[in-house]
Nanobody
Framework: QVQLVESGGGLVQTGGSLRLSCAASGRTFSSYAMGWFRQAPGKERQFVAGISKSGGSTAYADSVKGRFTISRDNGKNTVYVQMNSLKPEDTAVYYC??????????????????????WGQGTQVTVSS
C-alpha cells in the first residue's frame, strides 16, 4: 500500500477554480491506478475521476465531465485534479485513492471505490453561492 496526502482544498466562490494534489509515498507510484472521490455531508462517497497508472486513460463522473481534469506526474509521485467552474454542489470532502501495484499491460482507469485499496484523509472543498 501507499500513503496518500491530499492538499489544495479550501473555500471558493461559484465559478471559481481549485487544484487538488495528492502526494504518494513509495517508489512504485507509476504502477498504481489513482482516483478522486468525494463525500458530502449525509451522502455516500461518490466517484469523481480516475487515471490509469501511465496516465493514458482517464474516467470522469458525468457531473464533473468538462469541468474537472485529472492528471498525474509519476516523477513527483503526485496526482492532481483541476476543478474549474465550481458549483455549490461540488462542496464535499475530496479523497485521493490508489490501487496497485498493477503488473503488466493492465492500464485502465478505475471507477469503483471497492477497487481502491489505499485512501487519503481527505481535503475539504467548499463552494459558496
Amino acid at each position: 500500500q501507499v500513503q496518500l496526502v491530499e492538499s489544495g482544498g479550501g473555500l471558493v466562490q461559484t465559478g471559481g477554480s481549485l487544484r487538488l494534489s495528492c502526494a504518494a509515498s513509495g517508489r512504485t507510484f507509476s504502477s498504481y491506478a489513482m482516483g478522486w472521490f468525494r463525500q458530502a455531508p449525509g451522502k455516500e462517497r461518490q466517484f469523481v475521476a480516475g487515471i490509469s497508472k501511465s496516465g493514458g486513460s482517464t474516467a470522469y463522473a458525468d457531473s464533473v465531465k468538462g469541468r474537472f481534469t485529472i492528471s498525474r506526474d509519476n516523477g513527483k509521485n503526485t496526482v492532481y485534479v483541476q476543478m474549474n467552474s465550481l458549483k455549490p454542489e461540488d462542496t464535499a470532502v475530496y479523497y485521493c485513492a490508489a490501487e496497485g501495484p498493477l503488473i503488466g499491460p493492465y492500464d485502465v482507469a478505475l471507477r469503483a471505490a471497492a477497487d481502491f485499496g489505499s485512501w487519503g484523509q481527505g481535503t475539504q472543498v467548499t463552494v459558496s453561492s
